[in-house]
Structure formats: C-alpha cells, structure tokens
C-alpha cells in the first residue's frame, strides 16, 4: 500500500479547528439504532443461475459504490482504508480488549464502533441524509492510541501512521466550512475541486450543454495559472485514461475546447481502477443474464463505464426498461444527484434485489389503473405526456444496495429524454421499508397522545400507499414542453394554454436542456415536492385505497395517518436545514417543509403546531391535523399548488418556479410558527437515522451462499470486513492513492474561494 503524504496539505491546518467534544448535531449517538436487511427468504427461492447473476451484479455494486467516498470529502477515502486496516487484522471484539487496556471506558469504544458503521453505512464522514459531518464522540487522543497501538500498526506501522496523519485531523475537524457539504464557503465537496463557486459550476454547465455532455459522470477541477487565469478540467468517469483507444461517441470530445474566454479541458479516467472491477463483474454476471435485453444491458454498461459515456448508459437504461418483471432486478450507475450542490453530478449507486410477488401484485394493479388516475390530476390534459408507457412496478426485497443510503422506493432512469419516449421503472423496496420506518411509540416525537397508536398501526401500511403513488404517478407524470434540434416543437404553440395565466405557452426546454440542467440547484427537491403532492392528492381517491386493500373506516384512517405523516415530517424537517447559509441540505425534506407550509397557508385550522414543555420540562412541540377538513381545506389548497408546480415544470419557467418554491421553503421566525425557534426544539429532541446492515454472497465452488449479520455496529463493521474477501488491501491502495493524486485540488479548509455568492 503506497504510504500517504504525512499530514497531507488538506490537511495542515485542521488540528487548530478540531475544538472541544462536538455538538450533538455532529455526532451519532450510541444507541443508535441498527437493523438487518432480511432477505433470507427471497434469496432462497433464487435458482442456481439467478443466484449466480445476483452474486456478480452485488460485487460490481459493491465495487462501484467505493468511487462514493471521492465523491464525497477528501479524507473520506483514508479514513475508510484506515478503518478497513484496523479491522482486517481484529475484528470488533479483539479491538476492544486492546481499547480498553489503552484507557477506553466501554462507552468510548462502543463510540468509535458507531463513527466507523457510519462511514461504512454512509460511504463517507458525512451523513447521506442531510449531508452533515459527523465525527468520533471520543476524545482524539484516545482514539490516536487505539490505532497506533493496534495489530495493524503493528504489521503495518509506517501505513497506519501515514493514514492516521493524514485523516486524523479532520475526521475530528468541526471548523464551519466543513460541517457541512457544499460549494465554495457554504461547505465541502469532492464533485468540484475547493477553488470553485457556484458562478464556476453554471459556467461548467452551460460549456457542458453546449457540447451535449451530460454532467451526470463528471467532476470539474479549476487551477489558476500565474495571470489569474482559471483553467477548468471536466473529467468523465471511465476505465480508459489517455491511452489512445478506438473511436467511440466519447473520444471526439476528449479534448481542449474555449468556452467563453475561459480554457477547458475534458478528460476521462476518473475512479478507473475502481470501474475495472465493477466491468469484470458486470462481464461475470452476463454469463448468468435471464434473456437477452440483460445481456444488452450489461453490454451497454460496460462500455459507459469502460468509454465514460452517457449515451451508452442511456442505452443499456433502454434495455432495463425493456425487461420487464425480472425475478433479479437491479440498477447501477451515476444515477442521483441530490448530493451534488449544483444539482446535476451523480452519486454511484447500485442494487440487486429479488421481485416480492405478494405485494407486487397490488403494484401491478396500482399501474393498470395509472391511465385512469392521471386524468384525475389537477392539470390540463396537454400538460400530460402523449402516452402513457406502462411500467414495471415491482416490490423488492434488497439483496444488495451500494453507495451513500438506502431509499424506500426508486423511480428511474433519470433521463429525461428516455422518461418522456421510453419510460421508466418503479420500485418499492419492502424490506427496507419493513425496517427502516418502523417506529417505537416511546420515540414518536410532536404527536397527540391519542394520534400515536393509529400513527404506530397504519404507518406502515400507508407509506406503502404513498410510497406508490410518489413513485408511479408522482414521478411518472407530466410532461416537460420541448423545441427540439430542429426546430420542431412536442406540442402545440397556438392551442395549449397556461391555466395559470390564460395565455399561450411562453417559455420550454430547448435541445440539450434537461430539468436538471435548467432547475439545477431546486431541481431535485422540486420533484420530489411535486411527487409528494401527488401522492397526497391521489390517496384521497377511494379506488386506489381498494386496491391496496382498504375500504370503509380503514381507509380513512390510512388516509389520516398518511397526511398526519406528511406535516409532522415537514416539521422533522427543519433538522435539515442551515440558519447560518440559508439553504436546505435533503431534497426530500426540504419538500416536506414545503407541502407543511402550504397546508399551514390553506388555514381554518387544518394544520396547528403548537409549542409545549415536555415532561422533561424542555421544549417541546405537538402538530395537529383536522381529520374532518382533509377534503374540504386540504384537498383544494393542494391541488391549487400541485397545477403551479406542474406547470412551471412543463414550461421550463425556472424564474416562477424557483419564486414559488423558495418562498415556501424560505424559514423565518415569523409569528405564528416561528419556525427557527422550532427548529431548536426539533434538533432537541431529534431521532438519529438508522444505519443498516446487509448481507454479503460468497461464491463456494459454483455456489453462492448467503451471509447475515447482527444488527449491531460491530455486525455492520463485520459485513464491510468480509465483503472485500479477495483484495481489501489492493482496494485501499487503490483509493488512497486516487486521493492522494487529486488532494491538491483540495487545501486548508480554510482557505474558501473568495467571490462566493
């Protein structure tokens, strides 16, 4: 393993900030909780072929999701390889006969497990809900005397001290730029090197449309020459670096370009030896593929990770889409951009799960009836696409899902273009929801007494309800008004009207232009309010309750606990949100936010939140919701919001859009919610979110077995332990040499760009 620099630049200047113990914000407490994903059962019912093919698809993904930790901060990747060490040569309990010997009590120990399960858990230091940092709650010098007097320092004490003194420092560092992910002085982030502002990524993205690149596999570094004068590379993941290799759509674009005064550079190889074990495997698992559109797909893969290109990710998407119902279903790319503060670069993620026909049943009668519900949306017809193109729909238990988190439910690809022509997939991941979302009475925050047994009953039942409905018809809905290369417009200019405005249509996408691109930096959270909206609009429909099973009294208190859900959530929200740089750090909770805030705006008392004591005697807050002015209030208010943000959408009108949607996300401590002062009570009384353990496979001759783990933070450390059997070493050089290669892009801390805005 190539030794690090000692105390490397980036990491100079940290110790000065690395201050007291840190605030509760900044830690994962630890008792935490941890679950275990269960997929003894679907696994089981896996032939020897679709066990085989799952196997080398969960590798590629696990493979893949390692490029998250330099897609996230620059010590994530030693810190990882300095725990990966550590625990290589004991495991959780043999360390901990060594850290208690060193002067660790048991709750410092049990500390630094939970730090290193949430790097595993997060692929990073940062959380990927809420893109916080969080650091280990035990005193550093303690922690320095664990790892240097460990096995691994030991064996290996010129490595573990370089990796100590490289990540030392900052895995404790709380100084303000680096609390937080972002751009510029708003925080840290490796999607652009530390010199860059948000005026350098709107530059980088109109260059990149200019070229009909996709930022979606990208990074952009800036060096400054000695005049002054920036210099930008925009560098594509790929296997292939410069070494001269066939033609292909992406090789044309590998060169220097002059982009408005500015140089740019557009190069490939980024994460390179990380993407030729994820194409091996994938190249594994074709042997093993169903039918041909799988062959296809992974084909198309392995030349967008090979090559660095888009287009052929798009093409293998196609053949996703196209395989419809598959008993093994999976996904694995650059695929969301939430994490990216320009909105527009995607994190590496990929899943392997296996079909649940019980609830996939319900699903599938959910998309049967989706012609019928679009219409009862509240927009003009024209604002709809031309067809509807019937999806998969399927309910997965997850074998294996790699990168920053693990969502409820998935609703891709995220290409526009093959949304709009091709279609997509729906997915909800049943056990992730069985786990995840299960909630204790004793730790239900800002509810009545008398909401909480309903709330504990038919919350999992309704997330299951809207879960469906965000994703099909939230996400699968409306359509975006385009002028294409030609010329040619998707709809008509003299017969569609604005019901907004009442005039025609004034504004749409233009070639090259996508929702992201256009919305950027609101984009994600935007459609992810819109999808919401859906969900809670449509819930209300009595024939989509039936097919999920409930009629009658049940139904109406599905519908309760789904919109009681939706407001409370809105007020969890305010966790997610910064006083100091005004901004929102998760699109899914900034929405919630927003939908709370136009429920408050319909008034007649639908929504009250109230602020309390505890019975601890500190502050506390409870959030009513008038059950019976649901249809009366709510319905109307929502619908009203749902035609705004739908119509805004269609017609690229970032201007109205961002008006409408920053206004309602905007948190004052005006009367009468004085929402900063609540924020205080929220992080208060705030729940950590849970960290999740999978299961590995393991090839044994030509069969793969399943391996499970405890739901502990020593299971979790575990799982990550075993699951790099072959070449965990190999793996750590690998990423700590990436690092270290690109760590002058990333100085002191301190040294934020000036010009910010």
């Known amino acids: 393993m190539g030794e690090p620099e000692a105390g490397s630049e980036f ?53 893949g999701g390692l490029a998250v930790l330099l897609q996230t901060s620059p010590e994530a990747p030693y810190i990882y390889a300095l725990l990966s060490r550590l625990f290589h040569a004991q495991d959780p309990d043999q360390l901990r006969q060594h850290a208690l010997a060193e002067g660790l009590t048991e709750e410092e120990y049990q500390a630094f497990l939970v730090y290193a ?29 664990v790892i240097l007097g460990s096995e691994a320092a030991q064996q290996h004490p010129e490595e573990v001290r370089g990796l100590w003194q490289t990540c030392g420092e900052l895995m404790f ?37 200019s070229q009909n690149l996709s930022a979606y596999n990208t990074r952009l570094f800036k060096e400054v020459d000695g005049e002054g004068k920036p210099h930008y590379e925009v560098r594509l993941a790929s296997v292939l670096g410069t070494e001269p290799s066939p033609d292909s759509e992406v090789t044309s674009k590998l060169k220097s370009y002059e982009f408005r005064g500015s140089p740019f550079q557009v190069t490939r190889g980024d994460y390179a030896p990380i993407l030729q074990k994820v194409v091996e495997q994938l190249d594994k698992a074709k042997a093993y593929a169903a039918n041909s559109h799988q062959k296809q797909m992974l084909a198309q893969y392995i030349d967008s990770f090979t090559q660095g290109s888009i287009e052929a990710h798009k093409r293998g998407s196609r053949f996703w889409i196209q395989d419809k119902g598959p008993i093994v279903e999976s996904y694995i790319g650059f695929i969301e951009s939430y994490r990216d503060p320009f909105g527009s670069r995607g994190e590496f993620e990929g899943f392997v799960a296996v079909v649940n026909k019980a609830m996939s049943a319900k699903f599938e009668r959910l998309v049967a009836s989706a012609e019928q519900l679009l219409k009862e949306l509240p927009w003009p017809p024209a604002f709809e696409k031309d067809k509807f193109l019937t999806p998969d729909f399927t309910s997965l238990d997850v074998l294996t899902f790699a990168g920053s988190g693990i969502p409820a439910g998935i609703n891709i690809p995220n290409y526009d273009d093959l949304r709009q022509t091709e279609g997509f997939k729906n997915v909800s991941l049943g056990n992730v929801l069985a786990v995840a979302y299960a909630t204790q009475r004793e730790k239900l925050t800002f509810l009545e007494e008398d909401d909480k ?7 999992g039942p309704s997330f299951d309800v809207q879960v469906g409905l965000h994703e099909l018809l939230g996400h699968g809905s409306g359509k975006l008004f385009v002028q294409d290369e030609k010329g040619a417009f998707n709809f008509d200019q003299e017969t569609v009207i604005n019901p907004e405005t009442g005039e025609q249509i004034q504004s749409w996408y233009r070639s090259g232009e996508t929702w992201d691109s256009k919305f950027s930096t609101i984009a994600s959270s935007y459609e992810e309010c819109r999808a919401e909206s859906v969900g809670l609009y449509l819930c209300l429909h009595p024939q989509v309750l039936e097919i999920f099973g409930f009629e009658g009294a049940d139904a109406e208190d599905v519908i309760y606990v789904n919109w009681l859900n939706m407001v409370r959530a809105g007020l969890l929200a305010l966790e997610f949100y910064t006083p100091e740089a005004s901004n929102w750090r998760q699109a899914h909770m900034q929405a919630r936010f927003v939908i709370l805030r136009v429920l408050l705006e319909a008034g007649k008392g639908l929504v009250t939140i109230t602020p309390t004591t505890g019975s601890d005697g500190r502050p506390d807050a409870r959030v009513r919701l008038d059950r019976s002015k649901i249809q009366s209030v709510g319905k109307p208010a929502l619908e009203r919001f749902l035609r705004k943000l739908q119509v805004l959408k269609s017609t690229g009108d970032v201007a109205g859009g961002r008006a409408l949607y920053e206004g309602y996300a905007a948190v004052t401590d005006a009367p009468p919610e004085c929402f900063l002062t609540l924020r205080d009570t929220v992080l208060l ?49 690998i990423l700590t040499q990436l690092a270290t290669a690109d760590a002058r892009f990333w100085k002191g801390p301190s040294e934020a760009p000036s010009g910010q805005a």
């Not at 997060?122 to 809420?130: E, P, T, V």
């Not at 609390?179 to 990149?208: P, V």
Request: proline content about 5%; hydrophobic content about 35%.
């Open 173 to 209: 560092c709380l100084e303000p730029r680096l609390r937080h992910l972002g751009l510029g002085k708003e925080g840290i982030t490796t999607y652009f090197s530390g010199n860059c502002t948000m005026e350098d990524a709107k530059l980088a993205q109109d260059f990149l449309d």
């Open 453 to 459: 047994d309903l709330y504990i009953l038919w919350k």
């Open 11 to 63: 990491a100079n200047r940290a110790a000065a900030a690395a201050g007291p113990m840190a605030d509760t914000q900044y830690i994962l407490p630890n008792d935490i909780g941890v679950s275990s994903l269960d997929c003894r059962e679907a696994f089981r019912l896996l032939s020897p072929a679709e066990r085989l093919y799952a196997h080398h698809l969960s590798r590629a993904a696990w493979y």
């Open 685 to 733: 009384r705030k729940e950590s979110r849970k960290l999740i353990v999978q299961p590995n496979t393991r090839l044994e001759g030509s069969d793969v077995q399943l391996l499970e783990y405890e739901a502990s933070a020593a299971g979790l450390i575990r799982s990550f332990s075993e699951r790099f059997p072959d070449d965990g070493p190999e793996l750590e050089e």
């Open 117 to 145: 399960a949430g790097v595993y858990s997060n692929m990073g230091n940062y959380k990927s809900f809420g893109d916080t940092k969080f650091v280990p709650n035990l005193p550093k010098e303690k922690l320095e005397r």
